[in-house]
Each structure stands twice: as C-alpha cells, then as structure tokens.
Nanobody, 128 residues
C-alpha cells in the first residue's frame, strides 16, 4: 500500500524558515510526481510546488515562487519544502501529495487532479 507522510511543521515568527519533509512509502512506479499543497482556515486548498521525481524538475505556483524551494531525494524517497522569509499569510496546513501526472504538471498543481496519495497534513503557523 503506497502512502505519503509529512513532517516538519511548527510555529515561527515572520521572516523565519522551516523545512517540511514528505516520505513516500510504496512502489516508485505508482508515482512520477510529488507536490505540496496548503489550506489556510476558511480558504480553498492551493498548490504550492511540485516536482518530477525522475529528474527533479520543479514547478512552482505563485504562492511558492521565490521564497520556497522544493527538492526530492531519490535515494530516500523523500521530498522537501524549504520555506524562507515566512509571512503570516503562509499559515496553513501543508499537505504532501503524490501521483502519476501527465505533461501538465502546472495544471495538476492548480487542481490537485492526478495526485492520488495524500498525507494527513502538517500545521505551519507564522506569527507577526
């Protein structure tokens, strides 16, 4: 049974940094992409960043561009999200997701379509 599990959330002050981790468990043939999504209270879920696990090509949504860096360690089957210069509006539950995604990784990051495996989420709280 394939699954993903996030860790690394916490509380930081504005301007601080956090690193989130997501471990994939299961056959690597069940997924070719992994991604981070987030959902803030009262808001819809939004994609943050995604990565092709074969060649580690990243894709960033506007919300994650510039301050966030997504990486993937093939040997550890682990994806990371390095978040810097955090702002209060980054406060959300961050979810890891994985799946088989076609050419349109950016569209998949917008809709979540194709990401069949989701973690439980990890809370990130940024105080001003």
């Amino acid at each position: 049974q394939a699954q993903v599990a996030e860790s690394g959330g916490g509380s930081v002050q504005a301007g601080g940094s956090l690193k989130l981790s997501c471990v994939w468990s299961g056959s690597v043939y069940r997924r070719n992409s992994m991604a981070w999504f987030r959902q803030a209270p009262g808001k819809e879920r939004e994609g943050v960043a995604a990565i092709r696990t074969a060649d580690n090509t990243p894709w960033y949504a506007d919300s994650g561009n510039g301050r966030f860096t997504i990486t993937h360690d093939n040997a550890k089957n682990t994806m990371y999200l390095y978040m810097t210069n955090l702002k209060p509006e980054d406060t959300a539950v961050y979810y890891c997701a994985a799946g088989m995604i076609g050419d349109a990784l950016g569209m998949a990051l917008k809709t979540g379509t194709g990401f069949n495996y989701w973690g439980q989420g990890t809370q990130v709280t940024v105080s001003s």
